[in-house]
């Protein structure tokens, strides 16, 4: 399996641990909670903050969900069209999986990429997000992100950078020193009571000769657009 770089997770109230890529062979909806990441350590905090009580919602008592509804599958109206520019292949068929509960609905999509051409190198795209219909995520979603620069994950360090104009607050993450071999970014949006997260990660083969790669400027343009569209379709 090639090496894949790692991919700290920000995801609901914690980081959770480096997700590798979902199995060729995994079926249902059971790959997609194995990964032990950002879904799993979403609902398991958002578990114990609704035990605790939360913020108070909108004047009328009722959570401000933006438009945004639950979805058992989101890949349909997941936007790749920035990054299928430069991996225009699927190596599968994308990823799903979903959750709702009372207090917080759950869902996620995964698309594994690769350049045209390319025989190793890849890229991998995960899109998660919730609905919180009992808590305001704001206070966390902010702290979480905004101290994201704090942290290193096998000696990467990242950069924090809001982005005007989508959602009430977005962030862009990147790492301060990509590494040759791939790099991880991440754009997530709040708006009102929904949170989102696009992660992007690629690795980069050296025996693949004349595939052209992104660089992080084209990276962050290309998680800024598919993550405008994205929202679009999903009702934002």
């Known amino acids: 399996m090639p090496y894949v770089p790692p991919q700290p997770q920000p995801g609901g109230y914690g980081f959770g641990p480096p997700v590798p890529p979902a199995p060729s062979s995994a079926a249902g909806r059971g790959w997609l909670w194995a990964l032990g990441g950002a879904g799993v350590a979403s609902v398991v905090w958002a578990a114990v903050v609704f035990a605790t009580g939360g913020f108070p919602g909108r004047d009328d008592g009722s959570p401000d969900l933006a438009g945004y509804t639950f979805r058992e599958d989101i890949c349909p109206d997941t936007d790749l069209s920035a990054a299928k520019k430069q991996y225009p292949e699927e190596k599968a068929s ?33 899109v998660e997000m919730w609905l919180y219909k009992a808590t305001d995520p704001t206070a966390n979603f902010e702290a979480q992100y905004e101290s994201f620069d704090q942290r290193g994950d096998s000696g990467n360090t990242f950069s924090v950078r809001k982005v005007p104009g989508i959602g009430d607050v977005a962030y862009l993450v990147t790492p301060e020193e990509p590494r040759e071999t791939g790099s991880s970014a991440y754009l997530a949006v709040r708006d009102g009571w929904m949170t989102y997260q696009m992660s992007f990660s690629n690795y980069v083969s050296s025996s693949d000769t004349g595939v052209s790669e992104p660089d992080l400027s084209e990276i962050e343009e290309m998680l800024k657009q598919d993550t405008k569209a994205t929202l679009r379709k999903l009702g934002g």
């Open 94 to 126: 994308p990823k799903s999986d979903a959750a709702t509960h009372k207090a917080l609905d759950a869902m996620w999509c995964t698309t594994s990429l690769e350049p045209s051409g390319a025989q190793y190198s890849s890229a991998t795209v995960t």
